[in-house]
């Protein structure tokens, strides 16, 4: 495995009933990078990220994580090991506020157990705090603080996708793995969400995205690696990725040259 590569995975493959989703697909996330995953629709994208955030078992493949072998079998062992994700339909917690939801990401990095949240030691409330504040700062990071006591469900469409990130990078992850993050955005908004996209990647993260705008993609992504029928067909910078014949021909269409 290189040093530079943050996720390395080989030959994952993943079938349901008579589908093959996945066949024998490689893919690697260089640290510091943003590397677009894209295709058609069925094409297993999403497969491949429920497989490498521990959704779904693999039916095959060998998964490296910054240096590590790692084994996705659970959500909660996937975010340990510094990976987070959103998800093509949103998935916030509608009743609890903006700043609750962020908290809840907060929590899988915290100490307290039962017995802290039940007796409330000094020691939990000052963790309490904490995630509190660091909560605030990632909602500023995002530009959501004036929704901080409104209830999630009561965001905007482009504000929800905003909180979702918002959440993931509050379990502190070293891979953001994010899918189709500008779906529904109008055009203000996606010029918000490349600015954000960029901002994170300066700020040190690495990101994984699925996204089917692709001026979006071919304008941030580091490189491609684009999937159909479940099989990587190209992967490359996105201006190879762009002009490769069965890429057009399979997804971007004679069009978009
Ligand atoms: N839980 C499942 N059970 C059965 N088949 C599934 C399941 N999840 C995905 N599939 C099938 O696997 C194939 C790949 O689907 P997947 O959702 O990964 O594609 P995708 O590239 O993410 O598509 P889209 O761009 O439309 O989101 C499709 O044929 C889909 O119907």
Redesign the pocket.
Same mark, same amino acid.
Not at 39 to 50: D, R, S
């Given at each position: 495995m290189s040093a530079h590569l943050l996720l390395d995975v080989t030959d994952v493959s993943?079938r349901? =009933?008579g589908?093959q989703? +996945?066949d024998s697909v490689g893919l690697q996330v260089p640290h510091g990078s943003i590397v677009g995953l894209i =295709?058609?629709?069925?094409? =297993?994208?999403?497969?491949?990220?429920?497989v490498i955030t521990g959704l779904?078992p693999a039916d095959s493949g060998i998964f490296l994580f910054d240096g590590k072998s790692y084994f996705p079998q659970s959500v909660s062992q996937v975010t340990k090991a510094g990976l987070a994700r959103t998800f093509?339909n949103i998935r916030l917690f509608g009743e609890m506020t903006v700043l609750e939801n962020v908290m809840v990401g907060c929590h899988c990095r915290s100490k307290a157990g039962l017995l802290g949240a039940i007796f409330r030691f000094p020691s939990t409330r000052r963790e309490e705090r904490a995630i509190r504040d660091k909560s605030h700062a990632l909602l500023a990071y995002v530009g959501l603080s004036e929704y901080a006591n409104m209830q999630a469900r009561n965001l905007s469409y482009g504000h929800q996708r905003r909180l979702e990130i918002a959440r993931a990078l509050a379990t502190e992850p070293k891979l953001l793995a994010l899918?189709?993050p500008a779906a529904g955005m109008n055009a203000t908004e996606k010029l918000e969400l490349r600015e954000l996209l960029l901002r994170i990647r300066a700020d040190g993260k690495t990101i994984l995205l699925?996204e089917?705008d692709v001026s979006l993609v071919m304008g941030i992504c580091d490189s491609l690696t684009v +999937?159909d029928y =479940?099989k990587v067909i190209a992967s490359g910078k996105p201006a190879d990725v762009r002009g490769h014949p069965e890429v057009i021909r399979a997804y971007l269409g004679q069009g978009a040259v």
């Open positions: 993943k349901f =009933g589908v989703a +996945l =295709g058609p629709n069925g094409a =297993g994208k999403t497969t491949f990220f429920n779904y093509q899918d189709e699925i089917h +999937l =479940g």
